[in-house]
């Protein structure tokens, strides 16, 4: 399995271009750019097609025409952009199946072209399964809102990876719904560093973050090779942050990053 990082920044990215803080102005300096976060799992499977992700996928040197499977975690607009419908409509009649739960769906009916067959559009909710040609597909239950249910997922295939991007601690029947096998690979949120009066229980921080691993070590489904990477970072991180997430077994993602099991 090969997960390409696509991006790993929050909603406004890091730094913010609409900011000139420490952190921001730094990690400007060090020409640091983190774009929402996004995924690529094997140039087939696509998790959730923000605003920027398909050009950062052109800028990582690769395209999204072999995609046939897109997740889509929620229903906010740096996770789903649906307009990417119609974009690849215009120039592809291959099939395509987009899972997610019924907001995020909702969104994407309208870019579709009437009576159009290429693309077939699956509401999920937490529990369910679904397979996807090599990918099983388990949905797991987020602690976050976001116009209705947002989600989490745990893709097999020749590999294990969790996708924790946007949640709080873990949602009740989370732990459960990953299961007892071991990952590869975790993607984790950890969007607010010391910040834990904005995280509040819809996203983490460097703590909760923590707390949220250890639960994961815990129940046995991540180990000392398991490859444990925070994502969704933002400015109220400090640039640091790659140091003390060192101290907790666990790596920054960086936009372009490809991690391989």
Not at 43 to 62: C, S
Not at 167 to 187: H, K, S, Y
């Amino acid at each position: 399995m090969e997960v390409l990082l696509l991006g790993t920044g929050s909603a406004d990215g890091w730094p913010s271009p609409f900011c000139r803080c420490a952190s921001c102005t730094t990690m400007g300096e060090r020409g640091e750019l983190r774009t929402p976060t996004s995924v690529l799992v094997d140039g087939r499977l696509w998790i959730d097609p923000g605003p920027e992700a398909a050009r950062q996928a052109l800028r990582a040197g690769v395209d999204l025409v072999d995609v046939d499977t897109v997740l889509v975690s929620h229903a906010h607009s740096d996770h789903l952009d649906p307009a990417f419908l119609l974009h690849r409509g215009w120039v592809s009649e291959r099939p395509l199946t987009v899972f997610g739960p019924a907001p995020a769906i909702a969104r994407c009916r309208d870019w579709l072209a009437p009576g159009q067959t290429a693309v077939r559009l699956v509401e999920v909710t937490a529990g369910d399964t679904v397979e996807a040609g090599p990918f099983r597909i388990t949905v797991v239950p987020a602690a976050h809102e976001a116009l209705g249910e947002a989600v989490l997922f745990r893709v097999d295939a020749a590999g294990s990876l969790l996708y924790g991007c946007d949640t709080g601690p873990w949602a009740p029947g989370a732990l459960e719904a990953i299961g007892a096998r071991r990952l590869d690979v975790v993607l984790l949120e950890q969007t607010f560093g010391d910040r834990l009066d904005l995280a509040g229980e819809r996203h983490l921080g460097l703590a909760t973050f923590a707390d949220a691993v250890d639960a994961l070590r815990s129940a046995g489904v991540v180990d000392a090779a398991t490859q444990v990477v925070a994502v969704h970072l933002s400015h109220h991180n400090d640039p640091d942050v790659e140091q003390r997430l060192a101290a907790l077994g666990a790596a920054v993602g960086r936009d372009g990053d490809r991690l391989r099991v």
